[in-house]
């Protein structure tokens, strides 16, 4: 079992969600990044569950405890490691069905893959739990990419049928994005917020989940960033971005809109702009999402995340008992979010900070630029 990502920058995540701890090990940190604790404590607040009642009600603080790789400040360059103890678990919870394989989970996958042995208590390795410490990796790379003047933020475009404003392709400001990284609801307008809460009230009220599209933005990128086919930025963003449990789909720029455009229309044209002193190649639309051939282009890169409805809903579904191979129904209970994408957002700008990262030490081909 396998949890490793990345080249230049890698991550190893590991623990379970009912374990004595999660935690991650990031490899490859340049030495000498100044780290903030208040900003690292901020974005672990923006993912830590049970803090209303649009998200699940287990409660942990997610407090870090940096191990190794820190000092006076600064990463020091050997491994960075941080752990999170599990404080709130409620394993007995999952006693009674553990061989009961709940639809759409990865009960019955890794109950095959791994012949039984995996942790069932919480989903074990499979829970959305683990993306507490990839929160904590993105946390350190975005503090990198803030000194590189490049910004990250991400938006609830669609939550159910609730549908926010998309992000300005060509015009979006770093003030908007830090704006989202300060909203408990990162949308355009207080009005669709409610509407939002609304949706996923009614469906928790139903016993019930909905699901939601995500709309990141990473702003300021140099153009020249990726390689084509195997190792571009879309690849790479895109490994790391389905590593978060329910995640089922991604889009870069206008996405599957492209498919009903005639080139005339999809083309983003280039013309000069002026920026200081500099004239600087840009392109009047967007359409490519900032990237070209695999390569950034100098235009902010912008892709939407399809995260799927939670999994556990109390509702009774049909279902298996794989101990005994007879079908079974089940009402499944525990504490679940009623919409995961609310605390998905802090976690895709996790992700698309490491990745950036990756690309940044990947052009360098040392330890900064």
């Not at 469906?203 to 939601?212: E, L, P, Q, Y």
């Not at 086919?229 to 978060?244: D, H, N, T």
Request: contains cysteine; hydrophobic residues 35%.
């Amino acid at each position: 079992m396998s949890s490793v990502w990345g080249e230049h920058v890698k991550i190893s995540v590991f623990g379970e969600s009912h374990g004595q701890c999660i935690g991650v090990v990031v490899d490859g940190l340049p030495a000498g990044i100044r780290l903030d604790p208040g900003k690292i404590n901020a974005e672990m607040a923006r993912r830590r569950p049970g803090q209303d009642i649009y998200t699940t009600q287990r409660r942990e603080a997610d407090k870090v405890e940096i191990v190794s790789g820190f000092f006076n400040g600064y990463t020091t360059g050997a491994p960075l490691c941080g752990i999170i103890r599990n404080t709130d678990k409620r394993s007995a919870d999952y006693d009674d069905i553990k061989n009961i394989m709940r639809p759409s989970h990865a009960d019955y996958t890794g109950f095959i893959r791994y012949k039984g042995f995996a942790d069932y208590r919480g989903g074990g390795h499979f829970s959305g739990r683990l993306t507490a410490p990839v929160v904590f990796a993105g946390a350190v790379a975005n503090q990198y990419l803030e000194q590189k003047g490049i910004t990250i933020g991400t938006h609830l475009l669609r939550i159910g049928k609730v549908q926010d404003q998309s992000i300005d392709p060509v015009g979006i400001s770093k003030e908007q994005l830090l704006d989202f990284r300060n909203m408990h609801f990162p949308v355009f307008s207080e009005e669709t917020a409610e509407k939002m809460k609304e949706e996923i009230n009614n469906a928790r009220m139903d016993c019930d989940s909905v699901g939601g599209i995500l709309e990141t933005v990473i702003l300021n990128l140099p153009a020249g960033l990726g390689s084509p086919m195997f190792k571009s930025v879309e690849s790479r963003i895109s490994s790391i971005v389905f590593s978060i449990p329910a995640v089922k789909g991604i889009e870069f720029g206008s996405g599957f809109s492209l498919a009903s455009m005639l080139g005339s229309e999809a083309n983003d044209e280039f013309y000069i702009a002026e920026e200081g002193n500099e004239k600087i190649p840009r392109t009047r639309t967007n359409h490519s999402g900032g990237i070209n051939g695999g390569i950034t282009n100098g235009m902010p890169v912008i892709f939407r995340t399809c995260i799927k409805p939670t999994s556990t809903i109390s509702k009774p579904q049909r279902t298996i008992n794989i101990s005994t191979m007879e079908e079974t129904e089940h009402v499944f209970k525990g504490r679940h979010d009623p919409c995961i994408a609310v605390r998905a957002v802090p976690v895709i700008d996790a992700v698309s900070a490491l990745a950036v990262m990756d690309l940044l030490l990947e052009r360098s081909g040392q330890a900064d630029w």
